[in-house]
């Protein structure tokens, strides 16, 4: 999205000459919202599609029949006959060669889609806020290095044959674009090259024209990769093909003042699309940041909490971990001590004991000799 106030209108002779400068238009300014350009077109492309189906006996014209059980092989149908190599093989199922395919295809098949008529018009609105975005037209692929503005507005396009067109769009720095269009065409890829669209081109700048540029439509229909689109006809098959934001639009003097009446603006409803009004931004201001460190957003909140941890985010065994019993009971290492004071006394105890007693035993042992002698 842009907020610039005005843009300058540009003469289609010179690049460099300003004739005018007009409001920027209200469209330009509504949220550029991605997800719902490819919804939108992923809905809308579907409806160019032509029905198909396949026969609805192939794969199952062939003569054959079950052998049924007890022959050590599978139920399936097999071809009937003898003496070549097709004779016994199996038909019919989806997972056999030559037989029919998987839920074959039927001429009933749901094959458009619907889409909502708001969010289509948000949709075009959305792609032409990303058209004046110059980082998202590059970033889709167009060369604008030498364009001198965007959104690119000239004052009149009713030039008098296609040259003179091609030389106003190069005076205005489409060249590159164009010349990469050129460039880009090949042939298209796998079996879709005979079916009435042999070759594959980028896409470059589209005009957009008013009721008094009409003969645009005729002189750019010769360029490669060049649309033209009427300002009340916009459709996002054209604004984002493939469904990518970014087209770099190239806008005459008439259309680009007609988008408010044709989109409206955030002050007035549109005139020609009976009650729409443009999408409007979830938040005035994105800076996030901004908003959360503003003294407004501090005053109000509290203070920061600090919690204190007891111990560590593992629980600890008391009956292992002597720390956390001496906090859960003060009196353990008082306890302790007690009872390493009792198991010293008892130890000392025991020595002392057996001391005596082996004296006592060398006594009577040196009596028994003494009354042998």
Not at 295 to 301: G, H, S, T, W
Not at 351 to 373: F, M, Q, S, W
Request: charged letters at 25%; one cysteine or more.
């Amino acid at each position: 999205m842009t907020s610039r106030p005005v843009v300058s209108v540009y003469k289609n002779d010179s690049a460099n000459e300003i004739a005018d400068s007009v409001p920027m238009p209200g469209v330009f300014s509504v949220p550029i919202r991605n997800d719902l350009v490819h919804f939108v077109h992923s809905n809308l492309a579907k409806n160019r599609r032509q029905g198909h189906a396949v026969y609805y006996l192939a794969g199952a014209e062939h003569s054959a029949e079950s052998w049924g059980t007890g022959r050590a092989v599978a139920r399936i149908p097999r071809i009937s006959g003898s003496g070549s190599g097709r004779a016994g093989q199996a038909t019919f199922g989806n997972m056999c060669r030559k037989a029919r395919m998987y839920a074959p295809l039927k001429i009933w098949r749901k094959w458009h889609a619907k889409c909502n008529v708001t969010q289509r018009r948000h949709a075009v609105a959305s792609a032409l806020a990303a058209s004046a975005c110059a980082p998202l037209v590059m970033a889709r692929g167009h060369r604008v290095d030498k364009v001198p503005e965007l959104p690119l507005v000239i004052d009149s396009l009713n030039l008098s044959n296609t040259g003179a067109l091609l030389n106003t769009l190069t005076k205005f720095g489409c060249g590159d674009d164009l010349a990469k269009v050129r460039a880009s065409k090949q042939t298209r890829q796998g079996v879709g090259k005979y079916r009435n669209s042999r070759y594959v081109m980028r896409k470059g700048p589209m005009i957009v024209f008013g009721d008094q540029s009409e003969a645009v439509r005729k002189l750019a229909r010769n360029l490669p990769g060049v649309d033209a689109c009427h300002v009340n006809r916009l459709n996002i098959l054209q604004l984002a093909p493939g469904g990518h934001l970014g087209r770099f639009l190239v806008f005459t003097k008439d259309a680009f003042k007609s988008l408010n009446s044709v989109f409206g603006s955030y002050k007035a409803e549109s005139t020609e699309k009976r009650g729409y009004n443009l999408n409007r931004s979830m938040m005035n201001c994105a800076d996030i940041a901004r908003i959360i460190n503003s003294d407004q957003v501090q005053a109000k909140l509290r203070d920061t909490r600090t919690s204190v941890r007891v111990h560590d985010k593992t629980k600890k065994n008391p009956l292992t971990n002597k720390a956390i019993m001496n906090r859960l009971n003060p009196f353990a290492k008082k306890k302790r001590e007690l009872l390493a004071k009792l198991e010293a006394d008892r130890h000392a105890a025991r020595a002392k004991l057996l001391k005596d007693k082996r004296a006592k035993a060398g006594k009577a042992a040196k009596h028994k000799r003494t009354v042998a002698n």
